[in-house]
């Protein structure tokens, strides 16, 4: 797992931390879009595995 992000980044508007803090931001958004999509991809292919089609009730 990754380290919290820190909660004192409203310092200063040109500082060092507000950068490193939206680096961090746009990276951990980037992992749990990742995260997510796997799982839903799992998803799919667990429902597909049981029901034999990828939406059941649909053609």
Not at 13 to 40: F, P, V
Not at 44 to 56: A, D, E, H, Q, V
């Amino acid at each position: 797992m990754q380290e919290p992000l820190e909660t004192n980044y409203l310092i200063d508007q040109n500082s060092k931390k507000i950068k490193n803090y939206l680096r961090k931001y746009w990276k951990n958004a980037e992992i749990t879009n990742g995260r997510l999509a796997m799982i839903g991809f799992s998803a799919l292919i667990l429902n597909y595995g049981f029901f034999g089609s990828i939406i059941p009730g649909f053609i």
